[in-house]
Structures are given as C-alpha cells and as structure tokens.
C-alpha cells in the first residue's frame, strides 16, 4: 500500500473518478494523468522525471488566462453621457493607482522576503491606500472628510508568513538527472506553522480526500496531496476542502497540499485547513506532480517520491490602521445618511478584491460631488481598512467611531469585488498539456444581497439589470458577506454586491483581470441607485421598522 506504484495507480483512479464526477466534460479533458499512461508517458528511466516536463515557475503579475477580445461596452442611458466622472477610463486610472500599492508591497518586500504582498492593513500599503483614498475625496471637493485612526483589538494578531519553500526532492529513480523541483507556486496557509521550521517526508496522492478515497490509503508520517477543482465562487470550495484537510491531519499526515486546479501557476491564499501545516499548490505545479507520480506507477517504480518544506512565519500585533470617512451632507434629509463602503484591503495586486471597488467609490464621490448632485440624504463614503487583518475591522470601527451616523443610517451598500472578467476553460493546451483558460466579455457572476429582501430594493436590482446591464445573478437573498456582515449590526438594510470568482485571493488577480466597461456598469448603475433611494421613505427601505419618514 505505501509503494509509490500503488499510490501513484490511486491517484490516477482518483482524478478519473473526479473526472466523472465535475461540471461538464471539460473537466476531464484538462489531465492527461486520468487517462490510461500513454506511450509518452512511460518513459524511460534515463530522462530526468520520466520526461515529464518541469512546471514553468512562477511569474508574480502574470495574465494566466486567454484575452483576445474585448469586454462588452457599457451602456450608458441617455441623459447620462455628460457623468464623465463615471466612465470606465476614468474609474481605470483609479484601479491601477491602487494596484500600485499593491505591487510597492513586494517590491519593497514589506511582508518578510516578499513572497506574499498586497495592500495589507496595519502596514505600510494598507495606510497609503487609505491615504490616497482621502485625498480623493478631498479632491473631489467633499469638505467633510476624515482619516479616522484605531488600534488592533488587544489580545488579536494576524499570522503572516515571512519565508517558505516546498520542493520535490530528486532521485535517480525517477530518471537519472532528477534534480529537486522546487513548487514556487505553493503559499502557506493561516497558522499553518512548521515545528522547528522544516520537514522532509514522502508524498501521498488522496484525491478528493473522501472517505472512500482514503479507506485504503495510509497517510500516516507523509504529506497528503489533495486536489481541488473550485467551481464558480471560489469560497465555495472552503466548506469541502478546509475540513478535508484538517481530516487528513487528524489521521497523522504531517502536512497537507492542496492542488488548486485553476488557470496558470498561481499562489492562492484560500481555503484554510485548520491548525496543521497546509499549502496550495498552483494547477501547472500540481500537474507536474501527478504526471510524476502516474510515470513513476506505469515504469514499475517503488521509491517514494519525497518532499521538503521549509517555513518561517510570525504574528503580528499591536498595529493601528485607519478607515477614510467623507460626507456629502442631505439638501433636506441630512440627519439621515446612506453608507456607501469598500475595503481597500487586499493579497497580492487584489485588482478584483477590491481594488474595483474601491475605485467605483472613489468615482462616486466625484460624482455626487458635482454641482446639481447633491442628495435629499446625507451621503457617506467609507474607503474601509478591510476584514483581513484580524482585529482591525474597518467597519466594525467605523460603527463605533460614529454614533451619530450609526443612528441615522438608513441604508448601507458595499461595494465588494465587482466587475472582474468572467474565465472558462479553453480547447486549447500548454506545452505540458495543462488545460488553458479563456476570458469570455463579460463579468464574473455578482451576487447581489439585501438583508430585508425588501421589494423595493430588490426592484431597483431588477432595473439595473435592464437599464445597465449588470451581471447579477441569483435571486433575491439577504447575503452580506464580507464587509456587509458587520454591518447588520445597524438594523437597517444592507445591500452588497459581490463576486467570488477564480482568481478570488490569488496572484492571478492581475489589472487584466477587470473589465474596464464592468466598473463603469456598476458605477453608473450605482449612482441610478443612490438617486432612487435618496428621497422614498424609510418604510420602503425598510418595510418592518413601522417608520413612516
């Protein structure tokens, strides 16, 4: 049970049933390695990895997907020409702005050697982010703005790692001239420390880490390589994957790589596995591992195929951070206030989260600044720290930073991830045979939630759709995930829009990876919505709080 051969026959069994099990035949087609070992792959003991080609590498803000054509236009409604604040150009120069804090973390390697970066709040990204976004509003001729500072919560800290490696260890019995490969796509997972900073131990393929799969495999002392397969909303494969791991670990694996089949060789930091020692592995990475392992069982091959990793990691605490609060006081209503809110927090460059709705914001401001804009309601623009660094949450603070507004809330939308490219898989091939990806011209799915499912809301979703175009999906739900959850708390309707697409949380989340004309669809349909609600009453906001204002 423990030779390579018969985990190498499992795992190829494995993904062949994982095969016939996913969405559509294309996911069969993108592994070679769930098919019967050609001639191509049995190769000769003389070729370094059996001849199986060496994965690319890892390239930091690589496109990884197909973009020969365009994004769809946006439709601008007549009447609405003149709004050049909103047009996509516009909102665009606002997103690479923000990516480009983003890209100063790493080349600055403000997180240990650089290998993780982003606009990380309680460091130096995370404040010029914010910084940047208050000066904005100030641009954009808001009087009222602030730059309202906190502490991280006491006894909180957010875990980051500072330095790692995973690499495959060479062996002449997987061809002579094998040298090491090192897997410069794997990331480290939340609190996933190395007990004296390194191990080395063999590889064990689980697939899908089912209980079927693992009634016969012994993972005892090795590391468990599970795999992946994320179907539209990323954050739907945390519920499967994270507790599969925790499992495995539970059942004496010393680590745990997740293969995340997804466009490229990304990094992606999602999908947690509890309290042990887990990596992603990007899908052309993880390729090359199975290909090894399926040539290691068609040559007849015993040794184990053996892993080392090296991690150093640390917790930070003690940090302050800081939300952007500007105020575009109401024409007659300006007791009473419309939250608009998105984080400014991200990993990696986060051109979908949030860097786009951070820049819709920003458009806003200068929207509704403009002379002739002003709103019967006060209207209040949070460029929030985020929810990634624990203890730090940009809206949890600015509820309790703001009392007077808290109270006269009559409605909060959050603007998360909103116009990111939608991606499927390709005909085509790489040279290593690992399926290619495509864009298609339009959005990734947006999940449009409001927490009291009120008519009227829900209508002005439906007219946005027809007027805009926007891509929401679904029907009505009360989802506020991310920012909105904290939110609730309010006791007034939360209304986020949201994606969760592929690259979600990886270093493919590159500047190519938005739509241009899908910003400036939600920023106008955005502005058409604040207008709408500026001047109905409470009650049509809000059918059950009994107020008729």
């Not at 070729?47 to 990884?64: D, I, R, S």
């Not at 999602?270 to 090894?292: K, L, M, Q």
């Amino acid at each position: 049970m423990d030779s390579t051969r018969s985990l190498s026959t499992r795992s190829a069994l494995a993904r062949a049933t994982l095969c016939a099990l996913a969405m559509g035949m294309v996911a069969c087609s993108d592994t070679r390695a769930a098919e019967a070992p050609s001639a191509d792959q049995a190769r000769s003991a003389d070729e370094p990895w059996f001849g199986v080609m060496l994965p690319p590498g890892f390239e930091p803000h690589a496109l990884h997907v197909i973009s020969n054509r365009p994004a769809a236009p946006a439709v601008v409604p007549e009447g609405e020409s003149q709004y050049r604040e909103l047009a996509g150009d516009a909102i665009q120069a606002h997103l690479e702005t923000i990516v480009g804090f983003s890209r100063e973390s790493e080349e600055t390697a403000e997180v240990g050697e650089g290998q993780i970066w982003g606009r990380v709040t309680g460091f130096p990204s995370g404040a010029k982010t914010i910084e940047w976004a208050v000066s904005e509003f100030r641009a954009a001729g808001i009087a009222d703005v602030e730059l309202q500072q906190f502490d991280q919560n006491e006894g909180a800290s957010i875990w980051l790692p500072l330095s790692w490696e995973v690499r495959l260890l060479g062996d002449p019995a997987f061809g002579e001239g094998s040298a090491n490969v090192v897997l410069e796509s794997a990331m480290p997972l939340s609190a996933g420390d190395l007990s004296g900073g390194s191990l080395t131990a063999p590889l064990v393929y689980v697939g899908t880490a089912t209980s079927t799969e693992l009634a016969r495999i012994d993972v005892r002392g090795k590391v468990a390589i599970q795999k992946a397969i994320p179907q539209g909303h990323t954050v739907f494969m945390r519920s499967p994957v994270g507790p599969r791991a925790q499992d495995l670990l539970d059942r004496g694996a010393v680590a745990v790589l997740t293969i995340i089949d997804l466009p490229g060789n990304m990094r992606a930091r999602d999908i947690g596995c509890g309290g042990g020692t887990c990596f992603n592995i990007g899908g052309r990475d993880g390729r090359f591992i199975e290909s090894v392992m399926d040539a290691a069982a068609a040559a007849g091959t015993t040794a184990d195929i053996r892993v080392e990793m090296r991690l150093e990691s640390e917790r930070f605490s003690g940090l302050s951070a800081a939300n952007g609060v500007a105020i575009l006081p109401g024409t007659s209503r300006s007791d009473e206030y419309v939250v608009l809110n998105a984080h400014a927090d991200a990993w990696f460059d986060g051109a979908g989260d949030n860097g786009d709705g951070l820049a819709v914001l920003v458009a806003l401001a200068r929207h509704f600044s403009t002379p002739g804009m002003r709103q019967e309601r006060s209207i209040v623009f949070v460029a929030s720290a985020g929810h990634h660094s624990s203890g730090l949450s940009g809206p949890g603070n600015f509820v309790a930073m703001n009392p007077e507004i808290a109270e006269g809330a009559v409605l909060v939308v959050n603007l998360e991830h909103t116009a990111q490219r939608n991606i499927a898989p390709a005909r085509s091939l790489h040279e290593d045979g690992y399926r290619e990806w495509t864009m298609d011209s339009h959005e990734a799915p947006i999940v449009a939630g409001i927490t009291n499912l009120a008519p009227y809301l829900e209508g002005l979703v439906e007219r946005g759709i027809e007027r805009y175009g926007t891509n929401f999906v679904s029907g009505p739900n009360t989802m506020a995930s991310g920012e909105g959850g904290t939110y609730r708390r309010l006791g007034v309707p939360v209304f986020t829009t949201m994606q969760g697409p592929p690259m979600y949380h990886t270093t493919g989340e590159v500047l190519e990876m938005v739509s241009t004309p899908g910003m400036e669809r939600m920023a106008r349909f955005m502005a058409f919505f604040v207008k709408e609600v500026s001047g109905v009453l409470v009650a049509q906001l809000n059918p059950t709080s009994g107020e008729q204002r």
